[in-house]
């Protein structure tokens, strides 16, 4: 098997979701920003919550707008795991799952990217890092850590949504968590989007993982690659594109 020689990792519903998930949160970022009309939280500036205002008709209209993207973003995800259940089941076991060398990866690549290879070698740190399975240990507590920030973003914003037609007098405990909620979904959304650059710099720009990125679009990797990042992944030779986040499930 040569470098060329393709291993399929992203199956097509993993793309689809991805895209989906990566141009929701795009348009859910812009129309959330908008909806915060306060000059000093105005992340883009005063003039910026205005404009997208009049290019869709007012406040209503734009948290209408809002709500509903948000409510498509977590169909997605829905009809992602009615699609391709294994996928999805797959994806969760291996992101929550801790495995051994975790923390000695996470510990040594953080020295890597801090030092350089280089300047490390001359302190006389280990760079060695533990063979990694699917995903590596960075990827891993990242994907753990923005699904429960998805899932605070998606518990607060329904909270949010539903609370111009919840009673005060029949549900006043409900009301009172309103505050809680906006806090809880402004935080976490920081905090995606904190992660998200992260990701999106690890994935797109960080030369030794473009392999990761380019299969995002196309599926596949190199099977040195494979080998290389994701030892414990590639375990027999001739596995090849048998393996995929879906355990054999190419849809």
Request: include cysteine.
């Amino acid at each position: 098997m040569t470098y060329t020689t393709p291993v399929l990792r992203h199956s097509r519903s993993d793309r689809i979701i991805h895209w989906m998930n990566a141009l929701l949160w795009l348009l859910l970022s812009a129309t959330g920003i908008a909806l915060v009309d306060h000059p000093e939280l105005a992340v883009f500036g005063e003039a910026y919550p205005a404009f997208v205002r009049s290019l869709v008709g007012g406040g209503a209209t734009l948290l209408r707008l809002h709500i509903t993207l948000g409510c498509l973003w977590a169909a997605s995800f829905i009809i992602y795991a009615v699609v391709n259940g294994k996928g999805a089941a797959f994806f969760l076991r291996s992101v929550f799952t801790p495995q051994q060398g975790d923390m000695t990866w996470l510990a040594r690549k953080s020295i890597q990217m801090t030092f350089g290879v280089s300047a490390a070698k001359r302190l006389g740190m280990r760079l060695d890092l533990p063979p990694q399975g699917y995903y590596n240990a960075g990827q891993r507590a990242l994907a753990a850590l923005i699904v429960l920030g998805c899932c605070a973003v998606a518990a607060s914003g329904a909270v949010m949504a539903l609370a111009p037609s919840v009673s005060a007098a029949e549900h006043p405990v409900f009301v009172a968590c309103v505050p809680w909620a906006l806090l809880v979904h402004h935080f976490s959304v920081g905090f995606i989007i904190a992660g998200l650059f992260i990701h999106i710099y690890m994935a797109a720009i960080a030369a030794e993982e473009r392999p990761a990125f380019l299969s995002m679009l196309i599926g596949t990797v190199p099977a040195e690659y494979a080998r290389n990042a994701h030892p414990l992944w590639i375990v027999a030779p001739g596995a090849g594109s048998q393996h995929t986040t879906a355990e054999g499930e190419a849809s």
